[in-house]
């Protein structure tokens, strides 16, 4: 079996992050409505929706093109902090793996962690503030030690989607520093991040397609 991701599993993870988010946006909405403005769901869904119409219509031949063609729809077509963030995400993730049709392990993780350093210059979040940074950056962390352990990548990417599900459990009990939430100070305690909740989403629906 081989341990490379092909592109049409990187179309297949869209495919399955829009599904994701579109089915989880009342929820998302409802996480956001308790620290935010109560439209992350809608904004994701949306979001998603178009970025996946676009790569469908246009059939991107290579990593960078397919996530370009995401991370540009996502800051036109978003509205909120998630537009910009997850957009640099994916722009940043595309110009790291560049045009190639298979991505190896190595690169793939290299490529997420540029996406992380964008959210981060986007954002300024660090771990703790209570942000989508807090199931991110343990998502790849965890990836990046699974893979150098010499898992496959598909399992990597499960470990990966595991970690970031226990940062995004983490950021209930903490007291949020950036965004909207922060303006709740103490009171944002209790409540689980909405961008964190996405942002397993990916890492979740990531594994499922690299697992075919």
Known sequence: MSNTVPLAALVDWLHRFRTAVTEKRDWLTELDSAIGDADHGANMSRGMAAAVEKVDTTAPATADELFKTV???LV????GASGPL???FFLRLGATLGAVTEVDPASLAAGLRAGLDGIVARGKAEAGD?????AVAPAIDALDAALAAGEPVSEAAATAAAAAAAGRDATIDLVARKGRASYLGERSAGHMDPGSAS???LFETLAAAVAG
């Open 199 to 201: 942002a397993t989403l």
């Open 130 to 134: 209570k942000t989508l940074f807090d």
């Open 86 to 88: 997850y957009g640099t």
């Open 71 to 73: 991370g540009m729809t």
């Open 76 to 79: 036109s077509t978003v509205g």
